[in-house]
């Protein structure tokens, strides 16, 4: 390798991946509180992943540096040695930490493992043949291999999304949005992996999207809480079932459960309650989350439309009766007696129940 400014510059940022990748490892390893988000109990498989991953990614960058120092040779041993050491740790730990971040299953992760034994055997091949075209066919296949899993990806994070918004009222710390921005970093670290050898300017961006997805990947950890609990419910489910739960749901059979939750969620105002579930909910009505889920869905909603909606029909009661009593008021206190916790949370619900900003509601409310 010709030693230049630009591989100098090079250097200082492989090396500084490495050793914020590392400090970030021993960081989720090593320290039992949450530094980022106290109040929040991020899901500790997703942490050991990631601390696995995090490890990973570190030790690459070590097991590529006697070929970065020597030849630009496809077909040299440590190149080839480095590959094989990819293929066994980093590339099945990067597949298998993305799913960790969806709560709503565990999603077996023996696939990956599978999926990445192809692309070994052609190394091992490549090693003993020195033939760049194995080395081609294998870099082939993991960039189909790539593709599959983005849009498997894609998939389950939309499926992700939906198991949400069937459970959960309240969806801070839950945001789909910061798991699609981690799961892209990582995508976008492994793709630029795949394509980048012998290319100094994608080696640079791959640096430095290197150090991106270590940040995002740590703050997604530490303030992603956890839902397990909830998720893996089921046998408490049945053991709820009803006598009218005994029955698929149909717009026929569901005035029972309409008049349940008149009882037990309207008139108690139980959906005032912070972290509110729909397992919690099911539970109060005497029924289980299946056959409650499925009785919203017969109605063309779901539980976070139906929780929210309540939720803004008693802020807009609020609204109206301190308004008439001249008292003062700000639409974040009323959002948060009215069950939101958190206001961001409850300006998105009032867009999609009303129709209008908050804003733009208390201006034309104040205006007649």
């Known amino acids: 390798m010709e030693y230049t400014f630009e591989v100098a510059i090079f250097f200082i940022l492989y090396g500084a991946s490495t050793v914020i990748s590392a400090i970030a490892c021993l960081y989720l390893l090593l320290r039992r509180g949450n530094a ?19 490890g990973s990614i570190s030790l690459s960058h070590i097991w590529w540096i006697p070929d970065a120092l020597s030849s630009d040779d496809f077909t040299s041993t440590s190149y080839i040695v480095a590959c094989m050491l990819d293929c066994c740790f980093l590339v099945p730990v990067m597949l298998g930490t993305m799913p960790t971040m969806l709560q709503d299953r565990r999603r077996p992760v023996w696939p990956i493992g599978v999926a990445s034994l192809p ?81 100094i300017i994608l080696q640079f961006f791959l640096q430095a999207v290197v150090i991106v997805t270590v940040i995002l990947l740590l703050l997604r950890v530490e303030t992603l809480q956890t839902l397990e609990v909830e998720a893996n419910e089921t046998t408490n489910d049945k053991e709820a079932l009803d006598s009218t739960s005994s029955l698929s749901p149909t717009k026929d059979n569901i005035a029972p459960i309409t008049v349940l939750l008149r009882q037990h969620c309207e008139d ?19 029924t289980n989350r299946t056959y409650l889920g499925a009785c919203f869905a017969q109605q063309g909603i779901n539980y976070n439309a139906y929780i929210n909606g309540l939720r803004i029909q ?33 300006g998105v619900a009032f867009k999609r129940f009303m129709g209008q900003t908050v804003s733009s509601w208390m201006k034309l409310n104040f205006q007649n």
């Open 314 to 346: 008693h802020f807009v009661k609020l609204y109206e009766e301190r308004t008439k009593q001249g008292q003062p008021l700000t639409a974040q206190s009323l959002a948060a007696e009215s069950g939101f916790k958190s206001y961001a949370t409850f």
């Open 119 to 199: 692309v070994l055997i052609l190394l091992v091949v490549c090693f003993f043949n020195r033939s760049e075209t194995t080395l081609r066919i294998g870099e082939a296949y993991m960039l189909i291999m790539s593709g599959v899993f983005i849009v498997y990806m894609l998939f389950a994070t939309r499926q992700y999304r939906q198991w949400l918004r069937d459970n959960f009222a309240d969806l801070e710390h839950k945001e789909v949005w910061k798991t699609l921005m981690t799961l892209i970093a990582l995508l976008l670290m492994l793709g630029i992996y795949d394509v980048s050898v012998n290319n």
């Open 268 to 286: 108690t105002q139980l959906y005032l309650q912070h972290d509110l579930t729909l397992q919690q909910l099911a539970a109060a009505v005497g």
């Open 36 to 54: 980022f988000a106290p109040d929040i109990t991020p899901p500790t498989r997703l942490r050991y992943w990631a601390a696995a991953l995090l």
